[in-house]
């Protein structure tokens, strides 16, 4: 099994920035595509961004592209999150994920094999 702990969320202002990190524990993930979902209140869980397994490729959602870049250190079994320019709307918990089917990012969150429990990230207008 693997398991997936988040880290780096927080208050921040709009405008600011936030790094989240996820660390992979009990089964290696450097062969599986690293991700990450959000979910504000109230509201669904929804994709935000995708890392291939080797990191040549990348997926945004149109709301963080731009903004947002995922990187990963299959070393340290660890996928990142750096959230610039941050806005209110971005305020969410947000869910490390893993798969070994980039795909399944595309399908939705019932397709990932693996989540991690959240980090709150709060966006202050």
């Known amino acids: 099994q693997v398991q997936l702990t988040e880290s780096g969320g927080g208050l921040v202002e709009a405008g600011g920035s936030l790094r989240l990190a996820c660390t992979a524990s009990?089964?290696?993930?450097?062969?599986?595509?690293m991700g990450w979902f959000r979910q504000a209140p109230g509201k669904g869980r929804e994709f935000v961004a995708v890392?291939?397994?080797?990191?040549?490729?990348?997926t945004y959602s149109d709301s963080v592209k731009g903004r947002f870049t995922v990187d990963r250190d299959n070393a340290k079994e660890s996928v990142y999150l750096q959230m610039n320019s941050l806005k209110p709307e971005d305020t969410a918990s947000y869910y490390c994920?893993?798969?070994?089917?980039?795909?399944?990012?595309?399908?939705?969150?019932?397709?990932?094999?693996?989540w991690g429990k959240g980090t709150l990230v709060t966006v202050s207008s």
């Open positions: 009990g089964r290696s993930v450097s062969s599986y595509a």
């Open positions: 890392i291939s397994w080797r990191g040549r490729a990348t």
């Open positions: 994920a893993a798969d070994p089917d980039y795909n399944a990012y595309r399908r939705g969150p019932d397709s990932i094999n693996y």
